[in-house]
Nanobody, 124 residues
Framework: VQLQASGGGLVQAGGSLSVSCLGSGITLSTYVCGWFRQAPGKERELVAAINRSGDYAYYADSVKGRFTITRDNAKNTMYLQMNNLKPEDTAVYYC??????????????????WGLGTQVTVSS
């Protein structure tokens, strides 16, 4: 099983980035998907999560209204669109998949599979 995240990079504050995560060896449609991030010296935190069918999403308060999580089960891929980025959004972003629940999972310890992460840097 592999989750491969891509699309990170460097952007100025106020800009946009989109990151994606392709699953291989796993059928993502049967998994809850989430995006987490970890900044230097800080704990990993949930940014957004989406249920199996893609019709319900959860967002951390810090990104609500700016970030959008989506999934394309036919492409076995999840996405995170990030708009109006702020310097405090700078972190390594990780995708993750949880195979038991049918709703939303916010606890990182419950996720079964993780991608290696992609760096997002927002300059001021």
């Amino acid at each position: 099983v592999q989750l491969q995240a891509s699309g990170g990079g460097l952007v100025q504050a106020g800009g946009s980035l989109s990151v994606s995560c392709l699953g291989s060896g796993i059928t993502l449609s049967t998994y809850v998907c989430g995006w987490f991030r970890q900044a230097p010296g800080k704990e990993r935190e949930l940014v957004a999560a989406i249920n199996r069918s893609g019709d319900y999403a959860y967002y951390a308060d810090s990104v609500k209204g700016r970030f959008t999580i989506t999934r394309d089960n036919a492409k076995n891929t999840m996405y995170l669109q990030m708009n109006n980025l702020k310097p405090e959004d700078t972190a390594v972003y990780y995708c993750a998949a949880e195979g038991y629940s049918r709703g939303i999972v916010v606890d990182a310890h419950r996720y079964d599979y993780w991608g290696l992460g992609t760096q997002v840097t927002v300059s001021s």
